[in-house]
């Protein structure tokens, strides 16, 4: 958990801007110390350096740049590329008192003028600007007379032209070195890979900028991949036991499955909303909006929903169709526990993923490079999905990044049963095999499983296939595992399926040895559904009090109530108020005294003034 992490730099040697600097995360922000990197970064920029910030989300990247500012005086201008995402920055800052604004497109004149005006008369700490303001000559006269603390280019991965973020707006950053050349620069971003990383530095002119890479991992994510057989059961009973009450986002690859897995949440009592391209803009900007201010709702939405939520109570990111890749998969999942309390990340996967996934990728358009892109990042994603060993170690390997088993994903926690599934794959290769070189037939998993097993299907006649020498020579395993064998084989590239909409089975290159009986080939053994249920934890109390004493919960609870009466009077989401973690923090702390309220982790000076005695009386009450 992030307030586990070691703070930078210990107390007694801090020099006076450091302390200034613990002054004000105390006073502002009501945090004790730095986490991981911040302390340097802190100093780094507010001694006018430049620095890139390579952070996971939820890392903590906003006091990188908001705490310099404010120590630097002056106004601090932010780049951000969405508006939601500024908003949200402004009202988190404004409720801890500190005077900030954002200039974009969705003001109208006279308040932008009156922001401008604001910023020029040093009423201002922190701006927030869309990057396509600076094409304006108006924008540009306006920085130039004010005095700026520190540019930061929030989103800085939004600059790589390869990359999935492209914003062609973010190109023109490069005006804040040539014309502001003193004022320090900090570029921050969750995406890591080195490439992207290299066309930051290169596009924003930042050779001179200290890099500071924190960690990848997400500790406090739990990861779980489980075999898909009726996944809105699962998801149900997943929602039920485990997060109940919690707000959570559930991605699904298409609008049809979006709009049927909601109706489903929302019959079965679990309130959902959904987000979708298709949806009229004021629908989906509402539906959003929701997400955001209420407690407790669960999203269903295609990977359009996402980007620049900084919802940090978001408690599981379920998945109900296999990702594209790894870089998606673990930007989606890490949507979920940025306030670094307990979190989930679920994804229901099976062989029919496999399929109209290498199927999407055969017939989609695109040259044969982009196909081959496309197949390894899949590849890497269903190898993911198939491993026998830690997830997080596979996670952070795949982001260039080593460690050992964390102790917090499926694998660890219920390690695979795993089988020698050697002469189970040869009965299925040499059928396919005979089935094409004796009749120069191709067939689906379906029908495969039926000529194993020896069912006397009518298709089985049909074809005399009960005629073949394998036929019921697979009554060792059940079809549900069979269905698991043909899913691992294709994952793992033994087995591909066929472009065309039968998706028959064919064998690879890489099966003949397995079928001569030369190389061994260890599987997992899937349980059974029933058995999946029963292995897990059963139900518990929500993540985000999960180890505060049993009897402090009708406390944490009576908070939570009071958070959400209070930010519905105040129009502003119910995190602006108070995070999980700050009242989880308070319900344990019970404090008696303002003064005992201002030490919980998360109450700054303002907070204390207009929140403390509301809060002080449910204590006390309590
Ligand atoms: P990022 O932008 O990197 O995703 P945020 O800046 O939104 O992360 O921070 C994530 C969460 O961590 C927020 O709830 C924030 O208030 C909290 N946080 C950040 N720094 C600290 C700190 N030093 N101590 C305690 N909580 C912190
Ligand atoms: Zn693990």
Redesign the pocket.
């Known amino acids: 958990m992030?307030?586990d992490l070691p703070a930078s730099a210990a107390a007694p040697t801090a020099s006076p801007l450091m302390q200034r600097a613990r002054r004000v995360?105390h006073q502002v922000y009501g945090?004790d110390?730095?986490?991981g990197q911040?302390g340097e970064i802190v100093q780094r920029v507010a001694k006018g350096g430049d620095a890139l910030v390579l952070?996971p989300?939820?890392?903590?990247?906003?006091?990188c740049y908001q705490v310099p500012a404010l120590l630097r005086g002056g106004v601090g201008v932010v780049i951000s590329p969405l508006i939601a995402l500024m908003q949200d920055q402004v009202e988190a800052l404004r409720a801890n008192g500190v005077r900030a604004a954002a200039l974009n497109s969705s003001l109208d004149v006279g308040e932008q003028r009156r922001i401008e005006q604001a910023a020029l008369t040093g009423e201002l700490d922190l701006l927030y600007l869309a990057p396509e303001r600076l094409s304006t000559e108006r924008t540009l006269e306006l920085l130039d007379r004010l005095a700026i603390s520190v540019f930061a280019i929030d989103e800085a991965h939004c600059v790589a032209q390869w990359g999935h973020d492209f914003r062609p707006d973010y190109l023109q950053l490069e005006v804040l070195h040539e014309r502001w050349p003193t004022v320090p620069r900090i570029a921050l971003t969750?995406t890591a890979t080195p490439a992207t990383r290299a066309e930051i530095v290169d596009r924003l002119h930042l050779e001179d900028a200290q890099v500071f890479v924190s960690s990848f991992d997400r500790p406090n994510i739990q990861y779980r991949i489980v075999p898909k057989h009726r996944p809105v059961e699962q998801l149900v009973s997943f929602i039920r036991d485990e997060h109940a009450g919690e707000a959570g986002i559930v991605y699904c690859l298409s609008r049809a499955s979006v709009e049927r897995t909601a109706d489903a949440l929302n019959e079965r009592g679990i309130a959902a909303l959904i987000y979708h391209a298709g949806l009229p803009n004021e629908l989906r900007a509402a539906n959003q909006a929701r997400f955001l201010q209420e407690d407790g709702l669960v999203m269903v939405a295609t990977i359009a929903f996402g980007m620049g939520i900084?919802k940090?109570d978001v408690r599981f990111v379920a998945h109900l169709d296999l990702p594209k890749s790894i870089e998606g998969y673990y930007q989606e999942t890490g949507r979920a526990g940025?306030?670094?309390l307990p979190a989930t990340a679920w994804l229901a996967y099976g062989l029919q993923d496999v399929v109209q996934q290498r199927q999407m990728i055969e017939r989609g358009a695109g040259d044969p490079m982009h196909k081959r892109a496309q197949t390894r990042a899949l590849d890497a994603m269903l190898a993911l999905c198939e491993t026998l060993e830690c997830r997080r170690v596979r996670l952070l390997a795949h982001f260039g990044e080593a460690s050992a088993p964390c102790g917090n994903c499926d694998t660890c926690l219920t390690p695979p049963e795993r089988f020698d599934a050697t002469v189970p794959a040869q009965k299925l290769l040499s059928t396919i095999v005979r089935l094409q070189r004796e009749r120069g037939q191709h067939f689906g998993a379906g029908h495969l499983i039926d000529i194993l097993l020896g069912h006397e299907t009518d298709r089985v006649h049909g074809y005399h296939h009960d005629e073949l020498s394998t036929f019921g020579i697979g009554t060792e395993l059940q079809p549900a595992q069979w269905r698991a064998v043909i899913r691992q084989l294709l994952a793992l590239g033994y087995l591909r399926t066929s472009p065309d909409r039968y998706a028959t089975l064919g064998i690879t290159e890489a099966a003949i040895p397995v079928l001569k009986g030369e190389q061994a080939l260890e599987l997992r053994r899937d349980l059974g559904a029933a058995a999946q249920r029963g292995s897990r934890r059963g139900p518990r109390s929500a993540a985000a009090v999960a180890d505060l004493p049993e009897a402090l919960h009708p406390l944490f609870e009576r908070l939570r109530h009071w958070r959400s009466e209070t930010a519905k009077a105040q129009g502003v989401p119910a995190y602006i108020v108070f995070?999980d973690a700050t009242l989880r923090a308070i319900a344990a702390a019970q404090p008696a005294s303002t003064q005992a309220l201002s030490q919980v982790?998360g109450v700054g000076e303002a907070k204390l003034a207009v929140y403390g005695e509301a809060i002080l009386e449910i204590v006390a009450d309590f």
């Open positions: 992030p307030s995360l945090y110390a730095f986490r911040q952070m989300t939820g890392g903590g990247k906003s006091i969750a900084d940090p940025r306030d670094g995070t982790s």
